[in-house]
């Protein structure tokens, strides 16, 4: 997989008859309201609207995408997280909250609190 970069350019792929989205989904309307950071065949990363993190999405409209391609996309997420924190602590927060029937994930910042716990435990 080649690095990428927080404006990586990209070419929008066609959407086929492999992608079913739904008509009341968000995150299958795709609005770019938001820095796109990447975008591919299997997924789009964008900040998320509502908590200004990046956000990997499924191209799919479903909770469960098959094993290889979650792995897939947490990996180009964890690039971009990478880049985003600069190179900073960050954790793949998998909880779908706001929209639990399509499947994305978000690259967050580790609290503070939580980073002097785990300091004050070694």
Known sequence: MEPLSLFQSYAMPSMNSQIKASDSCQLCEAAKVTVRFYEDEECWIAECESCGVPM??????????????????????????????????????????????????????????????KTKSN
Do not use: C
Not at 70 to 96: C, H, P, T
Not at 105 to 112: E, I
């Open 56 to 117: 990997v999405v499924w191209k799919r409209h479903g909770q469960n995408p098959p094993d290889a391609t979650v792995k897939s996309m947490l990996a180009k997420l964890r690039l971009v997280g990478n880049e985003y924190f600069s190179g900073g602590e960050f954790f793949i927060d998998q909880k779908m909250r706001q929209i639990p029937d399509h499947f994305h994930a978000h690259a967050r910042v580790v609290p503070s609190w939580l980073r002097e716990l």
